[in-house]
């Protein structure tokens, strides 16, 4: 693959080429999918020792576990669950044909639209890029990646190794800064596909307005986790600890507050804190504790805990001896804020690292009227027993999706929709739904030679009152 110009018009040139080439070779077949799916499975695995070593001189320091775990298995596991579900997906699908219209045949059948244009973030640069590319592939699309400016040795990766095995025309990756990716939402893409932060997610749907350009938008928000009264026990504190805590904290899906009974503060606190000792003996010197990724991440997290403690809440730090130096820049020590109040920045703004608010409450009712009047999360998790609270909370309250005794894992499921609503994000994709929304539903209706839809034609007569009477008038 040749370098790609990376102003407007070398970007359109190359648009202008993949949906030149997909109009002249035609959809792509189940075995041209399946070969394109297993030369980006391939390539991935190949490079897998690259990727993280250049994520972790991204971030400062991240642990090879968690790339291995949260970004390359994910990747391996969704091109395989497109690869053997295709067949399916692929399959037209027979649909009703109404009584006047019998002796016809109707179906729908999934075409790819053609080039998608792929907006991915920094916090999983690669899982958020590729997964989006392998469900762009399995629909039979080509595509354009536009990776973050943040983790730019891990971009500069993934642009070397998809050029070892995809031309040009096929998939091309786009490297740059905010003004390419302003430039790329808006070139008039047949789908655009971004996930990153609610604040420049409107700025790309009203760029890619401008040319009528589908979108799915998978965004963020403060996605809560709510703890059940009694609930506060080893399993739902290991798995808080392991969502907040993964990539520290800087994950779209990682529970940003909780809601705990006012009886179990105490022992939450106390849970909290010994979880996360039991999690990394070493504190944020530890292995396999994640750097915040820039400088000013780093300095807008702090901001967050100083402006609690102007406000009189208690920040307590935890996993960590109090004065003891970071060893690596960037490196914040996970803290809990207890109760602050809901105008304050902890409770305003997604969080997006190792900081975890406490909230208590006193009744189901409580915490469902405090959900709703806020913003939709991508994410609502759930710690207790699957009784009448829990199916309260589901039925009475809206968010993207919901982890019940689980954090983060519901994005894992293959099978499953991923995506947010309102604020939080439009459209989804993972599973069928994925497929889905990249390719283009086409309704085709064939009509048998003899059918009633025929004889009900001018000049009307009593067979046109029949199938009135028929369709408009009798009781059904």
């Known amino acids: 693959m040749t370098q790609t110009k990376f102003d407007e018009s070398g970007m359109a040139a190359t648009l202008d080429r993949q949906r030149a080439a997909h109009l002249d070779a035609g959809p792509p077949d189940l075995a041209q999918r399946k070969d394109r799916l297993a030369r980006l499975r391939a390539v991935t695995l190949a490079h897998r020792d690259e990727l993280v070593h250049a994520i972790s001189q991204d971030f400062g320091h991240r642990s090879r576990h968690e790339t291995d775990l949260l970004e390359l298995m994910v990747v391996i596991q969704a091109i395989d669950y497109y690869r053997h579900k295709l067949h399916r997906f692929m399959r037209p699908e027979r649909r009703h044909v109404e009584p006047l219209y019998q002796g016809g045949k109707a179906w729908v059948a999934y075409q790819p639209k053609g080039v998608i244009g792929i907006m991915g973030p920094w916090n999983y640069p690669i899982s958020l890029l590729l997964i989006p590319l392998a469900t762009a592939i399995a629909a039979g699309n080509r595509a354009m990646l536009k990776p973050s400016e943040l ?13 070892k095995v995809f031309g040009e025309d096929e998939i091309a990756v786009i490297l740059g800064g905010p003004e390419v990716g302003a430039a790329f939402s808006r070139l008039p893409f047949d789908h655009l596909f971004f996930t990153g932060s609610t604040s420049v997610g409107r700025k790309v749907m009203a760029a890619a307005s401008a040319n009528l350009v589908p979108l799915t938008l998978e965004l963020g928000g403060k996605s809560p986790a709510v703890v059940a009264r009694g609930q506060v026990n080893a399993r739902t504190l290991n798995a808080l600890v392991f969502g907040k805590l993964s990539n520290a904290g800087q994950t779209c899906v990682a529970p940003d507050y909780a809601l705990v009974h006012e009886d179990d503060l105490d022992h939450f606190v106390a849970d909290y804190a010994a979880t996360v000792q039991r999690s990394y003996p070493s504190g944020p010197n530890s292995n396999d504790y994640t750097a915040i990724i820039s400088d000013h991440h780093f300095a807008r997290l702090n901001g967050l805990l100083e402006d609690a403690r102007v406000g009189g809440v208690k920040v307590i730090q935890v996993g960590v001896d109090p004065g003891s130096a970071m060893a690596r820049p960037r490196t914040l020590a996970p ?26 409450y006193t009744t189901m009712d409580e915490v469902i009227g405090y959900l709703n009047a806020r913003p939709q999360p991508l994410a609502l998790y759930y710690f207790g027993e699957r009784d009448a609270d829990c199916e309260k909370l589901l039925q009475h309250t809206s968010s993207g999706n919901v982890g019940i005794n689980n954090t983060l894992l519901h994005v894992a499921q293959d099978d499953l929709p991923f995506g947010g609503i309102g604020q ?3 459209g989804a994709y993972h599973g069928i739904e994925g497929f889905r929304a990249m390719s283009h539903a086409k309704g085709i209706f064939a009509q048998s030679r003899w059918n ?19 369709n408009l008038l009798r009781k059904r």
């Open 151 to 163: 983790t730019p040795r891990t971009s500069a990766v993934l642009q070397k190794m998809l050029a």
């Open 335 to 360: 803290a809990l804020v207890i109760q602050p109040a809901d105008d304050s920045a902890v409770m305003r703004d997604e969080i997006f690292g190792p900081i975890l608010p406490i909230r208590t």
């Open 424 to 426: 939080s994000g439009m």
């Open 452 to 470: 009633l839809a025929g004889m009900a034609r001018a000049p009307f007569g009593k067979l046109a009152d029949l199938a009135i009477w028929f």
